[in-house]
């Protein structure tokens, strides 16, 4: 896809300073203006199955939060 930098962002290619304009198929977020995007098949997004969760994700038991002071106390 085309896009247009809005500040200095680095890819495969390399680094492209703010009003770059270059092609790329990472998606970089708000960090460039897509100025021409490929189109997708509506048929090829309802092809793709949704996240599965881990079955055993039930039978894991959270472990409680560690404090930020656990340090040994020194003996003397």
Avoid: C, I, Y
Avoid at 8 to 35: C, I, M, P, R, Y
Wanted: charged fraction near 40%; hydrophobic fraction near 35%.
């Amino acid at each position: 896809m085309l896009v247009k930098a809005k500040w200095n962002v680095k890819d495969a290619s390399g680094w492209h300073a703010a009003g770059d304009v270059f092609n790329t198929e990472k998606d970089f977020g708000d960090a460039v203006e897509v100025l021409d995007a490929p189109k997708k098949a509506p048929e090829a997004e309802k092809e793709q199955e949704p996240a599965k969760e881990p079955e055993n994700a039930t039978d894991q038991v959270p472990e409680a939060p560690r404090s930020a002071s656990r340090r040994k106390k020194a003996g003397k």
